[in-house]
């Protein structure tokens, strides 16, 4: 699901290749949404033929924009989720970002924090965490 809205401006989804070594890491299926911002959002290792948005295309916050998997420098399945901004000659900065948009609140439940009335982007982190830790059993 995409972060945050903006404007699909690159994808590969060609890729069935992944793996633990450096040497696999150009085969990576991704796609890249720039934002109003002009920061960019990047999501990496995509399944093969996983990325269901096009460039060019206006997508918004919480739209399916491809099928998390495990290509490129990858060894277990994932979702590499990363924000940028873009610098002179070329370079980038990576941007540091916070899911949570309001105050959280122990769940005595769980014992877990969670955010008091989540937004999608707390939805969207929250998948993603569970994700991950579903993938790593």
Do not use: M
Not at 13 to 31: H, L, T
Request: glycine share 8%.
């Amino acid at each position: 699901l995409a972060a945050r809205a903006g404007v699909v401006i690159d994808t590969e989804a060609r890729f069935d290749k992944g793996g633990a070594s450096r040497r696999y890491a150009r085969y990576a299926n991704y796609v890249v949404i720039l934002h109003d911002d002009v920061t960019t959002g990047e999501y990496y290792h995509l399944q093969q033929n996983g990325v269901s948005v096009a460039r060019g295309q206006h997508v918004v916050a919480g739209q399916l924009i491809g099928y998390s998997g495990n290509t490129g420098f990858s060894s277990l399945p994932h979702l590499h989720f990363a924000v940028y901004q873009a610098l002179p000659n070329g370079k980038f900065q990576s941007i540091p970002f916070d899911f949570s948009t309001q105050p959280a609140k122990k769940d005595a439940s769980t014992a877990d924090w969670a955010p008091i009335s989540p937004s999608l982007d707390q939805y969207f982190a929250a998948i993603f965490c569970k994700l991950t830790i579903i993938l790593l059993l």
